[in-house]
Structures are given as structure tokens and as C-alpha cells.
């Protein structure tokens, strides 16, 4: 049973659907004792996993369970956010069929969905410093990823994705579309936005990243799209380079400790405080100080940037710019410790979602976001080859070939860790590069 859903799943092309991109198969091949789905959403303006849930509760559970016996877990938890009402309606009128699952509510703070935050919240247990849940004996998977684990046990691979459309559109709210839809598109079908010019933040205010442009493709990890004037402040954060950053906090820098007492891995009992590679790298430390070291701990969630720094630095951004520079000179994480506490005061320090809104000034909008509807009739969708954690996928097609949906187009070699690709609508393709393959309907 086990190996035969690892493999259903590999074909399936199923990879962790809340953002990381980790293939699945690689995952639910563990030994585990306990299996956590998660639908506590991180992103605060983002509602894909509880669309997800509303729409698709017995396929989660059943993924869900699916995962329980491939992974030998006794239980599993389905992790969601009390203030999800109706959602968590829904899932208690399916429950009783799933005698193995449980139900975790979480308080609506940020990071909830960080999976290390949500284990511990959930079962009291502390992933070890740079270390992954399996570790204490769990395995997470995002409810969208499990929603997938079900249908690819069906032989369904994956070929659409929910997606939340936010910010200055005229019809904020969750799409289905076909993997490999643009953004123009999808821009499209929310109704357009009536800003001239605009940008787009791939992911959520927090975590998300600039798109060039609106040939931006929907990916299998893409949780949403936020659509912001150009000169918002949370866009010009995003443009500053981390160089700036390190002059910044040569003056500006007071060693205030916000960044390391607000810091979500810290108060997991995590070695790391910021503060210290913010003093560190002004003075010039060398890059195997402890002090900067630290910054392998760094899960980049942005609460010192974004709400903690009363000096607008950004210890993120320079964490960002340690690993890189770390990762250049082959200086590994030395942290590994196994903490048996959390900082007694991590249940004060959590961020409320409704505060961190009012800081990024994104209050107006947090509005109602509905399931808008599935949209299936794009004329083209770019199928990225690198969807996941791993090496890309290789083309199986070329300029010409006619595909229909599902229809495996790209695939790994040699046993590489990765995912195969599937034409996600019916037509020929159009183009083959080293980054994507692009099909038009005909
Ligand atoms: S919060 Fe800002 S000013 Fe305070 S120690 Fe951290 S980087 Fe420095
Ligand atoms: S981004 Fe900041 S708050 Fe988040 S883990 Fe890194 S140092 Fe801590």
C-alpha cells in the first residue's frame, strides 16, 4: 500500500502545494507517527487552503488518511484557524468517517502555517534548529497537497490550482485555473484592476516576491496573487537591496532585540537572534562568526521586517544575503540542537493577523473573498519545469506535438528529486526551452 502510493503519487506530479514545492513522494515514503494537514494558511490576505477545504473536505481527509497508513502514523491532525467558522462546519459534518483524524484550531496570528510553528502548536513538539518535522517523528502536508494525494491515488495527476487574486482587483476572491495560467489572464477573469500601472507580489504581502511582468504563469505551489499600486510602500520595501540594509544599520541599528524577541523560530527555543548578525555584519565579522551563522536558522517570514524593527531595517533581507554568501563559501549550519522548551513568553509574542494588517496598512483589503469559479478556457498556459524542490523536469514534447490534458509532458532523469510535469489543457505545443513549455489550444 505504502509504495504503491509513493508511486501513484510520483506520477501524479504531486509537490507541496503550500509553497515550499517539496515532491511528495519523497515525503510520505517516511516512517512517521503522526500526519498534520495543514489549512492554517500563513499569508494573511490569502484564503486558498480554506476554499480548498470548504470545497474539498472528504478529498483532504482522505488524503489525510491516505498518508496515516502509507507513513505507519497512529493519528492524524487536519490543523485550521477558529476564526474559519464555517470551514470548520463543513470538516465536523465529515469527521465521523475519519475515525483516525482530529481536529486542531489555531488562533489567527502570523506565521500559523510555518510548519514548524503549526507541529508545535498542534502536538507540542519542537522540530530541531535547521531541522525538518520528520525528525520528531511528523510529517506535514498542506491541505492542497493532500486534496492532490487523493486524487493522484484515483490516478488524477495534478493539472489545476486555487488561487487567491487580492489587492486592487474588482473582484477579489479564489480562482481554480489550469496550471501554467498567466497572470493577465487570471487578472482577467477577476475583473481587472482599474490602476494604470501596477505591481504584482507572487505569494502573499509577506513572504511573496516581485513578478517581472503579467506573463507571470501560475506554478503548483501558487498560493496567490497581490496586486498593489507601484508605489506602496510594501513594493518599495521589496526593491531594497540587502547592501543598503547593512549601511543602514552601521547608524540606525539601536540593538533593540525586537527583531529576536518577535522572531517565531527564537521563540521555538532556536538559537538564533538577529539582532546579532545585524550588529555582526556592521562591524565586518567574519562570515563563520557564530553571530551570522545564525542566519541558517532564518525561515525569511519577514516578522522582523515587516513589524518588529522600529528603524525600518530589514534583518530578513540580510539573512537572505548571509545564506547566499554562506552558501558561495561552503560554510554549513553548525546549529542543531534539539530544544525541549520554548521561550515562555512565545504566547505573547505571537503576531495577531488583524495587527500585522494594520501595520502593512492592508486593512482595506481584508475583505470577503469568495470562490469566484473555475476557469478552464485560457488559450495558453507556460508550464514551468522547475515547479519544485530538485532539479528541473526534462520535456518529453516538442514544438508541434499535439497534448491532451494530463498528458505527462516533462519528466526527471535518473532518479533526480523532482516531479513530472502534465499538460494542463488540450493543444499543441507551442515552445520548449530550458525553463518551460508553452502550449496553445487549437
Ligand atoms: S529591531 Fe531593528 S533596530 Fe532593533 S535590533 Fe533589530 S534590526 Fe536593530
Ligand atoms: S525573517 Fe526575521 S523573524 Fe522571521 S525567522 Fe528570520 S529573523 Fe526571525
Redesign the pocket.
Known amino acids: 500500500m505504502s509504495s504503491q502510493l509513493v508511486e501513484q503519487v510520483r506520477h501524479a506530479g504531486v509537490v507541496g502545494a503550500g509553497g515550499a514545492g517539496f515532491p511528495t513522494h519523497a515525503k510520505i515514503g517516511a516512517k512517521a507517527d503522526v500526519v498534520l494537514a495543514n489549512g492554517a494558511e500563513c499569508e494573511p490576505l490569502l484564503h486558498t487552503d480554506q476554499v480548498i477545504l470548504e470545497r474539498h473536505p472528504r478529498e483532504v481527509l482522505e488524503g489525510l488518511r491516505l498518508v496515516v497508513q502509507a507513513t505507519g502514523a497512529s493519528h492524524g491532525i487536519l490543523v485550521t484557524k477558529k476564526v474559519y467558522a464555517h470551514t470548520v462546519a463543513v470538516l465536523q459534518q465529515h469527521l465521523p468517517a475519519f475515525p483516525e483524524i482530529r481536529l486542531e484550531l489555531l488562533d489567527n496570528f502570523y506565521p500559523a502555517g510555518d510548519e514548524q510553528v503549526l507541529l508545535y502548536e498542534a502536538t507540542g513538539r519542537i522540530t530541531p534548529e535547521g531541522g525538518i518535522p520528520i525528525q520528531v517523528g511528523a510529517v506535514v502536508s498542506n491541505v492542497g497537497t493532500l486534496a492532490n494525494v487523493a486524487a493522484a491515488a484515483q490516478g488524477e495527476p495534478v493539472v489545476r490550482r486555487y488561487v487567491t487574486m487580492v489587492g486592487e482587483v474588482a473582484r477579489p476572491g479564489v480562482y481554480e485555473v489550469p496550471v501554467g495560467t498567466q497572470f493577465r489572464d487570471l487578472l482577467a477573469f477577476a475583473g481587472g484592476t482599474s490602476l494604470p500601472e501596477f505591481a504584482i507580489l507572487a505569494g502573499g504581502p509577506m513572504m511573496g516576491s516581485l513578478a517581472a511582468d503579467e506573463d507571470e504563469p501560475v506554478t503548483k505551489t501558487s498560493g496567490g496573487f497581490f496586486v498593489l499600486r507601484k508605489d506602496h510602500p510594501l513594493i518599495a520595501s521589496r526593491q531594497v537591496k540587502a547592501e543598503t540594509d547593512i549601511k543602514r544599520s552601521m547608524s540606525a541599528c539601536c540593538q533593540c532585540r525586537m ?1 529576536t524577541d ?5 521563540n521555538l527555543g532556536h538559537r ?1 537572534e ?1 539582532h546579532l548578525w545585524m550588529r555582526a555584519v556592521k562591524y565586518g565579522q567574519d562570515l563563520a562568526a557564530e553571530q551570522i551563522t545564525q542566519a541558517h ?9 515587516v513589524y ?1 524593527c522600529p528603524q525600518g531595517l530589514s ?2 533581507r540580510v ?1 537572505a544575503e548571509l545564506k547566499s554568501r554562506m552558501w558561495k563559501a561552503k560554510i554549513a549550519n553548525p546549529f542543531r540542537n534539539r530544544p525541549d522548551a520554548v521561550n515562555p513568553e512565545r504566547g505573547y509574542r505571537k503576531v495577531a493577523k488583524h495587527r500585522l494588517l494594520h501595520r502593512l496598512g492592508l486593512v482595506p483589503y481584508d475583505v470577503e473573498m469568495p470562490f469566484r469559479g473555475t476557469f478552464d478556457d485560457v488559450d495558453r498556459v507556460v508550464l514551468k519545469l522547475k515547479q519544485h524542490v530538485g532539479a528541473p523536469a526534462s520535456a518529453l514534447v516538442a514544438v508541434g506535438d499535439n497534448v491532451t490534458v494530463g498528458q505527462r509532458i516533462a519528466d526527471m532523469r535518473d532518479g533526480a528529486l523532482g516531479a513530472p510535469i502534465h499538460a494542463s489543457i488540450s493543444g499543441r505545443v507551442a515552445k520548449v526551452d530550458d525553463r518551460a513549455i508553452v502550449i496553445r489550444r487549437v
Open positions: 527583531c518577535l522572531c517565531p523560530r527564537n538564533i538577529p536558522l532564518c525561515c525569511l517570514c519577514g516578522v522582523c521586517e518588529s534583518p530578513r539573512a
